[in-house]
C-alpha cells in the first residue's frame, strides 16, 4: 500500500489525460476519465493482493475468462 501512494504521486500519461478530455468532450466526460485511473489501480492491486495474479498464470481458462468479458 505505501508503494502505491507513493507511486501515485508520480505524474504519467493520466496527467494529460484529463486536460484532454476536458477541452474535447467536456468536463461531465473528464471526470470519469480522471476517476477511472485511480480506481483501476486500485481494482488491480486488490486482485493482486488477494491472489488473482497466480491463478490467472497457472490456469491458461482462468487467462481468457475476462478477455472474453472485454477486459484487456
Known amino acids: ?3 502505491y501512494t507513493i507511486l ?3 505524474p504519467g500519461l493520466g496527467v494529460f489525460m484529463g486536460p484532454g478530455q476536458s477541452l474535447s468532450c467536456g468536463m ?10 485511480p480506481l483501476s489501480r ?3 492491486m486488490t486482485a493482486s493482493c488477494i491472489g488473482w495474479g497466480v491463478l490467472l498464470a497457472g ?4 487467462f ?3 478477455k472474453g ?3 484487456g
Open 1 to 3: 500500500m505505501a508503494a
Open 8 to 10: 501515485s504521486f508520480i
Open 28 to 37: 461531465g466526460v473528464a471526470v470519469f476519465g480522471i476517476l477511472g485511473g
Open 42 to 44: 486500485v481494482i488491480v
Open 59 to 62: 490456469s491458461s481458462q482462468a
Open 64 to 66: 481468457h475468462m475476462p
Open 69 to 71: 468479458a472485454g477486459v
